[in-house]
Protein backbone atom coordinates (compact mmCIF):
# COMPACT_ATOMS: atom_id res chain seq x y z
CA UNK A 1 0.00 0.00 0.00
CA UNK A 2 1.28 2.94 -1.35
CA UNK A 3 0.96 7.02 0.34
CA UNK A 4 -0.23 9.73 -2.12
CA UNK A 5 2.65 11.96 -2.55
CA UNK A 6 1.01 15.03 -0.83
CA UNK A 7 0.29 12.70 2.20
CA UNK A 8 2.94 12.35 5.01
CA UNK A 9 2.47 8.41 7.55
CA UNK A 10 0.58 10.71 9.21
CA UNK A 11 -2.41 11.57 7.49
CA UNK A 12 -1.18 14.85 7.26
CA UNK A 13 -0.62 16.88 4.23
CA UNK A 14 3.48 17.32 2.94
CA UNK A 15 3.09 21.42 3.34
CA UNK A 16 1.71 21.28 6.80
CA UNK A 17 4.73 18.87 8.38
CA UNK A 18 7.29 20.95 6.38
CA UNK A 19 6.14 23.83 7.62
CA UNK A 20 5.80 22.80 11.57
CA UNK A 21 9.25 20.88 10.69
CA UNK A 22 10.64 23.94 9.89
CA UNK A 23 9.10 25.73 12.57
CA UNK A 24 10.07 23.41 14.94
CA UNK A 25 13.78 23.84 13.91
CA UNK A 26 13.75 27.48 13.73
CA UNK A 27 12.54 27.35 17.69
CA UNK A 28 15.54 25.12 18.58
CA UNK A 29 18.27 27.29 16.48
CA UNK A 30 16.69 30.26 17.72
CA UNK A 31 16.55 30.09 22.13
CA UNK A 32 16.53 33.96 22.49
CA UNK A 33 13.05 33.83 22.89
CA UNK A 34 12.62 34.91 18.86
CA UNK A 35 14.59 38.13 19.08
CA UNK A 36 15.80 38.41 15.59
CA UNK A 37 19.60 39.92 15.56
CA UNK A 38 19.70 40.82 18.78
CA UNK A 39 22.81 40.67 20.95
CA UNK A 40 23.03 37.66 23.65
CA UNK A 41 24.41 38.56 26.63
CA UNK A 42 24.34 34.94 27.80
CA UNK A 43 26.36 34.04 24.71
CA UNK A 44 28.97 36.32 25.17
CA UNK A 45 29.34 35.14 28.76
CA UNK A 46 29.66 32.02 28.19
CA UNK A 47 32.45 32.48 25.74
CA UNK A 48 34.04 34.86 27.58
CA UNK A 49 34.12 32.69 30.41
CA UNK A 50 35.51 29.94 28.22
CA UNK A 51 38.24 31.90 26.63
CA UNK A 52 39.29 33.20 30.46
CA UNK A 53 39.18 29.29 31.34
CA UNK A 54 42.29 28.37 28.33
CA UNK A 55 44.27 31.67 29.76
CA UNK A 56 43.54 30.17 33.51
CA UNK A 57 44.64 26.49 32.33
CA UNK A 58 47.91 28.29 30.80
CA UNK A 59 48.43 29.92 34.13
CA UNK A 60 47.93 26.83 35.55
CA UNK A 61 50.51 24.98 33.76
CA UNK A 62 53.05 27.54 34.20
CA UNK A 63 52.68 27.54 37.88
CA UNK A 64 53.08 23.22 37.66
CA UNK A 65 56.16 23.91 35.30
CA UNK A 66 57.54 26.00 37.88
CA UNK A 67 56.50 23.59 40.58
CA UNK A 68 57.83 20.36 38.82
CA UNK A 69 61.32 22.44 38.04
CA UNK A 70 60.59 22.10 34.36
CA UNK A 71 61.39 25.70 33.49
CA UNK A 72 64.95 26.23 33.09
CA UNK A 73 64.79 29.98 34.27
CA UNK A 74 63.36 29.77 37.38
CA UNK A 75 65.55 28.36 40.28
CA UNK A 76 64.58 25.29 41.82
CA UNK A 77 61.58 25.14 43.71
CA UNK A 78 63.05 23.61 46.99
CA UNK A 79 65.42 26.32 47.26
CA UNK A 80 62.94 28.84 47.41
CA UNK A 81 61.49 30.77 50.34
CA UNK A 82 58.54 29.51 51.94
CA UNK A 83 56.26 32.02 50.99
CA UNK A 84 57.19 31.80 47.80
CA UNK A 85 56.29 28.14 47.59
CA UNK A 86 53.43 28.26 49.33
CA UNK A 87 52.15 31.01 46.56
CA UNK A 88 53.30 28.78 43.70
CA UNK A 89 51.19 25.70 45.05
CA UNK A 90 48.56 27.93 45.92
CA UNK A 91 47.80 28.98 41.93
CA UNK A 92 49.29 25.76 40.76
CA UNK A 93 45.99 24.15 42.21
CA UNK A 94 43.37 27.38 41.89
CA UNK A 95 43.74 28.33 38.63
CA UNK A 96 43.53 24.78 37.02
CA UNK A 97 40.05 24.42 39.42
CA UNK A 98 39.04 27.47 38.65
CA UNK A 99 39.58 27.15 34.65
CA UNK A 100 37.54 23.75 34.64
CA UNK A 101 34.49 26.06 36.66
CA UNK A 102 35.05 28.36 33.80
CA UNK A 103 35.09 26.16 30.74
CA UNK A 104 31.96 24.06 32.66
CA UNK A 105 30.12 28.01 32.99
CA UNK A 106 29.22 26.84 36.51
CA UNK A 107 28.61 29.30 39.25
CA UNK A 108 31.32 27.67 41.16
CA UNK A 109 33.58 28.43 38.66
CA UNK A 110 32.74 32.29 38.34
CA UNK A 111 33.13 32.07 42.41
CA UNK A 112 36.59 30.19 42.56
CA UNK A 113 37.83 32.03 39.41
CA UNK A 114 36.93 35.11 41.52
CA UNK A 115 38.74 34.19 44.10
CA UNK A 116 41.77 33.15 42.11
CA UNK A 117 42.00 36.72 40.77
CA UNK A 118 41.65 38.24 44.51
CA UNK A 119 44.05 36.45 45.86
CA UNK A 120 46.53 37.12 42.83
CA UNK A 121 46.22 40.92 43.72
CA UNK A 122 46.71 40.29 47.42
CA UNK A 123 49.68 38.76 46.44
CA UNK A 124 51.27 40.97 43.99
CA UNK A 125 51.19 43.25 47.31
CA UNK A 126 52.28 40.52 49.85
CA UNK A 127 54.49 38.65 48.10
CA UNK A 128 55.69 40.24 44.97
CA UNK A 129 58.55 38.06 43.95
CA UNK A 130 56.06 34.99 43.79
CA UNK A 131 53.92 36.29 40.85
CA UNK A 132 54.27 38.89 37.94
CA UNK A 133 53.02 41.81 39.91
CA UNK A 134 53.73 44.72 37.15
CA UNK A 135 51.00 47.21 36.44
CA UNK A 136 50.07 45.64 33.13
CA UNK A 137 49.04 42.18 34.23
CA UNK A 138 47.24 43.66 37.32
CA UNK A 139 45.28 46.21 35.08
CA UNK A 140 44.75 43.23 32.71
CA UNK A 141 43.40 40.87 35.80
CA UNK A 142 41.23 44.07 36.99
CA UNK A 143 39.55 45.10 33.18
CA UNK A 144 38.82 40.75 33.28
CA UNK A 145 37.09 40.59 36.61
CA UNK A 146 35.04 44.10 35.54
CA UNK A 147 34.25 42.49 32.21
CA UNK A 148 33.19 39.25 34.10
CA UNK A 149 31.10 41.58 36.69
CA UNK A 150 29.07 43.58 33.56
CA UNK A 151 28.88 40.51 31.38
CA UNK A 152 26.71 38.59 34.44
CA UNK A 153 24.61 41.31 35.09
CA UNK A 154 24.10 42.37 31.39
CA UNK A 155 23.44 38.32 30.89
CA UNK A 156 20.87 38.50 34.13
CA UNK A 157 18.76 41.35 32.72
CA UNK A 158 17.46 38.83 29.87
CA UNK A 159 13.48 38.46 29.73
CA UNK A 160 12.71 35.09 29.19
Known sequence: MSLPAEQTPS????????????????????????RAGAFRWDLALVWFMRLVA?????????????LLGVLPQVALFEGQP??????????????????VGLWLTS???????????MSYFLAAFAAPHAVVSGPIPLAALGSLVVAYFLLSWYASRIEP
Do not use: C, H, S
Open 82 to 99: LQWQTVVVYFAVIDLVAA
Open 54 to 66: LAWVGKGLIYWAI
Open 107 to 117: TWGGVIWLLAA
Open 11 to 34: GAPAGEAQLRDAAMRDIALNAGGG
